[in-house]
């Protein structure tokens, strides 16, 4: 069977109230979605990029793998990063290659009649997964219910955004975390400062989040300063993690000596294809790996990687999957499932109109 076409969507999606992060803010969330179709079967996949990216997929990559077999999506993905050369192949354009290799692994399954975990091959049947949001914009109360909720399911681990401001708000960031280490007793505490602060703020704050019981700092500097992040990972107890915006195995591999775990984001990093080999790569460096954000898409590659820590169960996307996609898997006692249907198990949903651009 041969691929005949790949449709391109795009869909924005309103948050509820300004959100913002120790470096960022937003209003809407943009997905780009890419339905790989061979004859009757069609498989989905997505990534959470710009609009800019859906035109990557419809200028470069559909002619780099029309026509070539569903079964050989390893060839299709070397195919689209050779259509790349001379645009770049990181960044936005990985971006846009991950929604199509998602898609295109999706389609393999389901012409399989498998399960994506089962292709993958699982190596667990539940996936754990750690509260994720806490934005800076949030006030205390409204911090206090998200926290109730990570809580109610099961979640054994929580991670709120400081670094506000670029690290201009030290104070209120540590006021936080004492909020949340007093009211989710009992879980991990995790940070995470989106590359925010200068190497020495990191030091600093880092020795107060070890008196805090923190046991990871995320982004303490930006993930492009290796050397700050190794600079804070020999200054700090708490774990240090970088890897969100990684592309490739390369860029996995420079990463493997400043962190403590590896992130790694499929719908960037060059969809289940990418992730599986820069899990690999960590795990030559005896390295773990956490899943960052978009939980329904990671749930079956992270079921079949043996050195996965856990996934992140990030408010945003667990609030837009559900709007988007039919199939989403629900969290139940600090744990993720895949489904067993044929591929991911999801669609596009009636109520995605709603939000196309």
Same mark, same amino acid.
């Given at each position: $069977?041969?691929?005949?076409?790949?449709?391109?969507?795009?869909?924005?999606?309103?948050?509820?109230?300004?959100?913002?992060?120790?470096?960022?803010?937003?209003?809407?969330?943009?997905?780009?979605?890419?339905?790989?179709?061979?004859?009757?079967?069609?498989?989905?996949?997505?990534?959470?990029?710009?609009?800019?990216?859906?035109?990557?997929?419809? #200028?470069?990559?559909?002619?780099?793998?029309?026509?070539?077999?569903?079964?050989?999506?390893?060839?299709?993905?070397?195919?689209?990063?050779?259509?790349?050369?001379?645009?770049?192949? *990181?960044?936005?354009?990985?971006?846009?290659?991950?929604?199509?290799?998602?898609?295109?692994? #999706? !389609?393999?399954?389901?012409?399989?009649? $498998?399960?994506?975990?089962?292709?993958?091959?699982?190596?667990?049947?539940?996936?754990?997964?750690?509260?994720?949001?806490?934005?800076?914009?949030?006030?205390?109360?409204?911090?206090?219910?998200?926290?109730?909720?990570?809580?109610? !399911?099961?979640?054994?681990?929580?991670?709120?955004?400081?670094?506000?401001?670029?690290?201009?708000?030290?104070?209120?960031?540590?006021?936080?975390?004492?909020?949340?280490?007093?009211?989710?007793?009992?879980?991990?505490? $995790?940070?995470?400062?989106?590359?925010?602060?200068?190497?020495?703020?990191? *030091?600093?704050?880092?020795?107060?989040?070890? #008196?805090?019981?923190?046991?990871?700092?995320?982004?303490?500097?930006?993930?492009?300063?290796?050397?700050?992040?190794?600079?804070?990972?020999?200054?700090?107890?708490?774990?240090?993690?970088?890897?969100?915006?990684?592309?490739?195995?390369?860029?996995?591999?420079?990463?493997?000596?400043?962190?403590?775990?590896?992130?790694?984001?499929?719908?960037?990093?060059?969809?289940?294809?990418?992730? $599986?080999?820069?899990?690999?790569?960590? *795990?030559?460096?005896?390295?773990?790996?956490?899943?960052?954000?978009?939980?329904?898409?990671?749930?079956?590659?992270?079921?079949?990687?043996?050195?996965?820590?856990?996934?992140?169960?990030?408010?945003?996307?667990?609030?837009?999957?559900?709007?988007?996609? #039919?199939?989403?898997?629900?969290?139940?006692?600090?744990?993720?499932?895949?489904?067993?249907?044929?591929?991911?198990?999801?669609?596009?949903?009636?109520?995605? *109109?709603?939000?196309?651009?």
């Amino acid at each position: $069977m041969k691929i005949d076409r790949l449709d391109v969507t795009v869909y924005r999606v309103p948050t509820e109230r300004p959100e913002a992060d120790g470096t960022f803010d937003w209003t809407a969330t943009t997905a780009v979605v890419v339905t790989a179709i061979a004859g009757d079967a069609e498989g989905v996949g997505w990534t959470y990029s710009t609009g800019a990216a859906a035109a990557v997929v419809s #200028d470069l990559l559909e002619g780099a793998v029309i026509g070539r077999a569903v079964e050989d999506v390893g060839a299709c993905f070397e195919a689209m990063r050779r259509a790349c050369r001379n645009v770049g192949t *990181r960044g936005l354009v990985m971006q846009a290659i991950s929604a199509v290799d998602i898609a295109l692994w #999706d !389609l393999k399954a389901r012409t399989r009649d $498998m399960s994506l975990s089962a292709l993958f091959g699982a190596a667990r049947s539940g996936v754990p997964i750690y509260g994720s949001g806490g934005f800076t914009t949030m006030t205390d109360a409204e911090l206090a219910e998200q926290i109730a909720q990570w809580r109610e !399911l099961g979640c054994g681990a929580v991670k709120i955004k400081i670094g506000e401001a670029w690290g201009s708000c030290v104070g209120r960031d540590l006021d936080r975390v004492r909020q949340l280490a007093d009211q989710a007793s009992g879980a991990a505490l $995790m940070v995470d400062a989106n590359g925010g602060y200068t190497q020495d703020q990191a *030091r600093r704050v880092g020795a107060a989040l070890d #008196d805090l019981g923190v046991v990871w700092f995320e982004e303490p500097v930006s993930s492009d300063d290796i050397h700050g992040l190794g600079t804070v990972r020999q200054a700090v107890r708490c774990a240090v993690a970088a890897g969100e915006y990684v592309s490739d195995e390369f860029e996995a591999a420079g990463l493997c000596d400043v962190v403590d775990c590896l992130q790694l984001d499929a719908t960037r990093c060059g969809g289940y294809t990418g992730f $599986m080999r820069c899990s690999a790569v960590a *795990r030559a460096n005896n390295l773990q790996v956490s899943a960052h954000c978009a939980p329904a898409l990671h749930v079956p590659i992270a079921a079949a990687t043996t050195n996965l820590r856990h996934l992140e169960y990030f408010a945003d996307h667990v609030r837009l999957e559900p709007l988007l996609f #039919d199939g989403i898997p629900v969290a139940l006692g600090g744990v993720l499932t895949a489904n067993e249907s044929a591929g991911h198990g999801y669609r596009v949903g009636s109520g995605a *109109r709603e939000y196309r651009i």
